[in-house]
């Protein structure tokens, strides 16, 4: 059964009692973040429901924010989330590259996991570290100035975890 823990369900309390009554809908984003960690990493169609029916909206409008933001998985990632910046910037100093090196060395195309769960690599929108380009979000950390070479000692760090 899908349900927040007390301690979670007073956390959403919380966020909701920042906003006027009525207006439970902008804790939305930071819900489906304590959604997304508490329930694998990822949201699907009955969490999101869950999430609807404690904030009093419709399913829709959680799966319209859901879909819109690349922070939110959809389907299941692997324990290393490997986000790489696809936008101008980032394009234009070599993330293509980069995406094409990281699907030939872990075997994955982008949006696929590896088979042993450990590796999803997933193309997003702007990070807002464009000086940096070309860069990927892993964890809460920014990796910068990707070459092949950090690439690689990304993913042997990774593995040492």
Same mark, same amino acid.
């Given at each position: !059964?899908?349900? %927040? ?7 959403? @309390?919380?966020?909701?009692?920042? #906003? &006027?009554?009525? @207006? ?5 984003? &930071?819900?489906? +973040?304590?959604?997304? =960690? ?5 949201? =699907?169609? /009955?969490?999101? =429901? #869950? ?7 419709? &399913? ?7 879909? %819109?933001?690349?922070? %939110?998985?959809?389907? /299941? ?11 101008? &910037? ?19 195309? *982008?949006?696929?996991?590896?088979? =042993? ?14 000086? #940096?380009? *070309? !860069? ?8 910068? +100035?990707?070459?092949?070479? @950090? ?7 990774? @593995?040492?975890?």
């Amino acid at each position: !059964m899908i349900q %927040f823990s007390e301690e979670k369900l007073n956390k959403v @309390k919380e966020i909701v009692a920042r #906003y &006027p009554e009525g @207006k439970q809908k902008s804790a939305l984003i &930071p819900v489906l +973040h304590i959604a997304q =960690d508490t329930f694998g990493g990822w949201l =699907d169609a /009955p969490v999101m =429901d #869950y999430v609807a029916g404690l904030l009093q909206l419709e &399913p829709i409008e959680v799966y319209e924010v859901a879909t %819109f933001y690349s922070m %939110f998985n959809l389907k /299941p990632v692997g324990k290393f989330l490997l986000e790489v910046c696809q936008t101008g &910037p980032c394009m234009l100093n070599g993330s293509d590259d980069i995406i094409a090196y990281i699907t030939e060395k872990l075997g994955i195309k *982008p949006g696929e996991t590896t088979p =042993d769960g450990l590796f999803t690599l997933k193309p997003t929108e702007c990070l807002g570290a464009c000086g #940096y380009a *070309p !860069m990927m979000q892993l964890g809460k950390t920014y990796r910068e +100035h990707l070459t092949r070479e @950090k690439v690689d000692q990304i993913i042997a760090e990774a @593995k040492q975890q």
